[in-house]
């Protein structure tokens, strides 16, 4: 067959490829790309979804996350257990609870030469709440004093409580003490920007590779849209040294998770980003590397509590009791790493010493199904109902969602006799749905933006948007508002999880489980970091080996 | 004199043919355009609305942007203007900032690419094999063509592909798995996405090959004593081509204008994507420039094959 293999190869080389050149400027290049090149420290890694933008002020998906994460860098930055360390600036200094004095680094400079200075993160923040940039993420600079105000259109941008003292000196005065501050200023909508490159490009800005500088340990050498993306450690990077990779490329966008791991199983990728359940067995026979890591997510109904069964308590609990999470996460997920979620706040976010779930564990026995039937029966007395008619359960229209909303139909038939029709919608069409508060119950989920337990906790206050519940509790909010201001640790945590039982309590919410991402990497490449927030992955600490030999 | 006047009736019968076709293809092109948009605004789903949500005085500073604060017959108007007059499809709302007609301008060449690579290996084999099965009906040639054109017609492109990959690239290792920037690159996605091409090419000119079989000039021909080598390519081939040419028009556009599941799968940067993604994000300005590219360019090819098959074919006399 190898006979076989070589002679077909080398008729094809000869007769037909080089015969028949297409004149494709990549030609030459396409043929060498290689997962891993020890030699000259580089790595191949699908490009595996198109930015929607690379302006790090309005940048919202993963992989502008990814690719500014390495072309940018914020005053701070996350080492590889999440703890904010010196980024742009070398050092910092807390006057009172609600003023930070940032010190830049002499030699932080952008791919351009000329310096970093205070004022491009003046110039960035401001623009980042400026509602004329119209920023999805312009809500994660309302830690700094009068960022919400800003951005509702009631001050002008100036009023924002940044400044700069002079060109290495950053003040910066919060709305109200931030505990978490110094995790935010490592996250893409607080890198600078230079203002003389904004106003050269104007709207064209960051939408090609050449239409932006960077200030991170990588420069974008190329970008061709929804096609390949080329990483290339930035020679002017104050912290080069410690930069192992020359290149970071990304020659191919493969969506298909199968093409993504054929790649890999070729040599072409260093890793994958993902494997699917069905994908697992191949890669676990073939002796891979297999990693997971948790992607931060967590998964949950809201309930419309205006609606007249979801709205009523004790259907909610009956609901909540009933639910089989480790069922659920081992026979439907089948993912290794995936865990049931019982709150909303996930497992990973950082508590007072040690993690969260840790210090404030948070578990009921699962699937008890004879007390949600009591449960059941005090709400069908208190609606005055024989049966209840028939919920809707409004997913999106992805593999997942159908697939976990087909399991939960068929168990919360068989367990309490309840109804679940599925309501298969576009994403578009689902948020729209769950803004209108048009469902029984819907599928959603939460990634967080920055490593603290407050990117969950105040989803479900009476003011946040993204509570679709019509669920509000004064006593919640009250908790929620106080835990914002305060700086005490321990106080902080206590106010969230003493809200996060009322959730629980309450059932607004539903939550099922917390997501793992099951991938292989050549086992050559050492040091990568995957992440919930910020640069996932990210190849800061990422090294070559030689010794492991093949995979 | 009397050819040159009847070269100057002829031209003169094109021209007026002609200027009646590009009229249509404006009024169908307005149409079209005009039924997308007002379609389009009315799917449900909000195609500002993102996964977190946005203050107020940002939502309003989003719609100003995009111009969906105005009156939708406004909206109508404008876009109308700037599209059929300045040929500005307008910005992206989910690739912010980037112009539409740079989407397509950049995407539509590796679809065309795959797609001409495509259609010409479809063309070729199929008629051979139609030809071939076509002279030898009943034989096996004709058997074994008709199996390869069931199983092209029924394998569905997505599986093809992924046993394309395995075999020519992971087993055999003589193909790359994907990518797209070199003519190897080409080679399993134009055969995954010609597949049902050639199949159905092989049938239509299978049939068509014994349809002109039992015709009187072939039987004069074979009466002449011409070779059987002749008589296949000068009279029956040629006859035979002219359904499969009015068939291969329509077709051409559709697979020049790229394919979703192949581009996936293969990571190929074409237009065929957008056509899906575009309409589940609600990305406006995208939908309607895809579709009146795709609606141009079909019209063009069509007319371009109604032109070709009256050069190939004297019977048929172009007429508005």
Request: net charge positive.
């Amino acid at each position: 067959m190898r006979q076989l293999g070589t002679v077909v190869r080398q008729t094809f080389r000869c007769g037909l490829v080089w015969a028949c050149i297409v004149p494709l400027s990549r030609a030459a290049r396409a043929d060498e790309a290689k997962g891993v090149d020890v030699g000259r420290k580089a790595i191949s890694i699908n490009f595996y979804d198109e930015p929607k933008t690379l302006d790090a002020q309005k940048a919202d998906d993963t992989i502008a996350g990814m690719v500014l994460g390495h072309s940018f860098e914020g005053l701070t930055r996350l080492d590889p257990g999440n703890r904010p360390i010196p980024g742009q600036a070398v050092s910092w200094e807390m006057k009172g609870k609600t003023e930070y004095v940032f010190k830049l680094r002499q030699n932080a400079v952008w791919s351009d030469g000329k310096p970093v200075t205070a004022q491009d993160f003046v110039t960035a923040w401001r623009r980042a709440v400026d509602p004329k940039t119209a920023s999805q993420y312009a809500f994660i600079m309302y830690a700094v004093k009068n960022g919400e105000a800003i951005n509702a259109g009631k001050l002008p941008i100036d009023q924002l409580g940044v400044k700069a003292l002079d060109d290495h000196t950053l003040d910066v005065t919060l709305e109200r003490p931030t505990a978490y501050f110094l995790k935010l200023t490592a996250f893409a909508t607080y890198y600078p920007v230079r203002a003389d490159i904004l106003k050269q490009w104007g709207t064209a800005y960051a939408t090609d590779a050449d239409k932006m500088v960077y200030n991170g340990p990588f420069v974008i050498g190329s970008w061709k849209h929804n096609a390949a993306l080329d990483l290339v450690k930035n020679e002017k990077y104050w912290n080069k040294a410690q930069i192992h990779l020359n290149e970071i490329d990304m020659p191919y966008l493969i969506r298909d998770k199968n093409s993504e791991f054929n790649m890999f199983k070729d040599g072409k990728f260093a890793m994958t980003w993902a494997l699917t359940k069905e994908l697992l067995p191949e890669a676990q026979l073939s002796k891979m590397q297999i990693r997971k890591y948790n992607d931060g997510s967590v998964w949950y109904f809201q309930m419309n509590t205006k609606h007249k069964i979801t709205g009523n308590k004790n259907f909610r609990k009956a609901f909540q009791l009933a639910m089989n999470r480790e069922e659920f996460v081992k026979q439907v997920q089948g993912l290794p790493g995936t865990r049931p979620a019982f709150g909303l706040i996930p497992e990973y976010m950082p508590g007072v010493q040690k993690r969260y779930s840790e210090e404030y564990p948070l578990t009921f026995k699962d699937a008890q199904i004879a007390k949600a039937k009591e449960y059941l029966a005090k709400a069908k007395k208190e609606l005055g109902l024989k049966r209840f008619p028939p919920l809707d359960m409004l997913i999106t229209d992805t593999d997942d969602n159908r697939r976990d909303a087909e399991y939960f139909q068929r168990y919360y038939k068989e367990k309490l006799g309840l109804d679940l029709q599925v309501d298969v919608q576009t994403f578009k069409v689902r948020l729209e749905r769950s803004d209108k508060g048009d469902f029984d119950l819907v599928y959603s989920g939460w990634s967080p933006d920055y490593l603290d337990v407050m990117s969950f906790a105040d989803l479900f206050a009476s003011w946040n948007k993204n509570n679709n519940t019509g669920w509000s509790s004064p006593i919640y909010d009250a908790k929620i508002k106080q835990a914002m201001s305060s700086t005490n640790p321990k106080e902080r945590l206590d106010l969230i999880s003493a809200a996060e039982k009322i959730l629980v309590e309450e059932a607004p919410i539903v939550p099922f489980y917390q997501r793992f991402r099951v991938y292989t990497q050549d086992p050559r490449l050492v040091g990568v970091i995957r992440r919930a927030v910020g640069a996932d992955p990210d190849f800061y600490y990422a090294r070559l080996t030689p010794t492991l030999g093949k995979k | 004199m009397r050819g040159l006047r009847r070269l100057w009736e002829r031209s003169e019968s094109l021209i007026r043919y002609l200027i009646q076709r590009i009229i249509l293809a404006v009024v169908t092109l307005l149409v079209v355009a005009t039924a997308t948009f007002f379609l389009m605004h009315a799917v449900p789903g909000d195609p500002l609305r993102q996964e977190k949500a946005v203050s107020d005085v940002v939502r309003a500073n989003l719609e100003a942007k995009y111009g969906l604060n105005k009156p939708l017959a406004e909206q109508y108007t404008t876009y109308m203007a700037n599209m059929f007059l300045r040929g500005d499809f307008g910005i992206s709302f989910k690739q912010v900032d980037r112009p539409v007609n740079r989407i397509i301008a950049e995407h539509f060449l590796p679809s065309a690419i795959l797609g001409v690579t495509a259609l010409f290996g479809a063309l070729v084999f199929g008629v051979i094999l139609g030809v071939f099965s076509g002279l030898a009906r009943g034989g096996w040639p004709d058997f074994v063509a008709m199996a390869v054109a069931v199983l092209g017609v029924s394998i569905p492109s997505f599986c093809l592909a992924y046993f394309l990959q395995q075999v020519f690239a992971l087993e055999l290792g003589i193909l790359p798995v994907g990518g797209w920037g070199s003519f190897a690159e080409t080679v399993l996605p134009a055969m995954s996405l010609g597949m049902i091409v050639m199949a159905s090419l092989a049938r239509l000119m299978r049939s068509s090959m014994l349809d002109v079989v039992q015709q009187d000039y072939v039987k004069t021909a074979k009466a002449k004593g011409l070779s059987r080598l002749e008589i296949v390519l000068r009279h029956q081939l040629r006859n035979a081509l002219l359904p499969v040419m009015v068939y291969f028009g329509p077709l051409f556009a559709t697979i020049m204008t790229g394919s979703f599941v192949i581009e996936s799968i293969f990571g190929i940067p074409g237009l065929g994507q957008f056509f899906v993604s575009a309409v589940n994000e609600l990305d406006y300005t995208v939908i309607m420039g895809l579709t009146v590219f795709y609606a141009g360019f079909t019209i063009v090819i069509i007319l371009v094959n109604d032109l070709l098959l009256a050069v190939i074919d004297p019977r048929i006399r172009l007429a508005a």
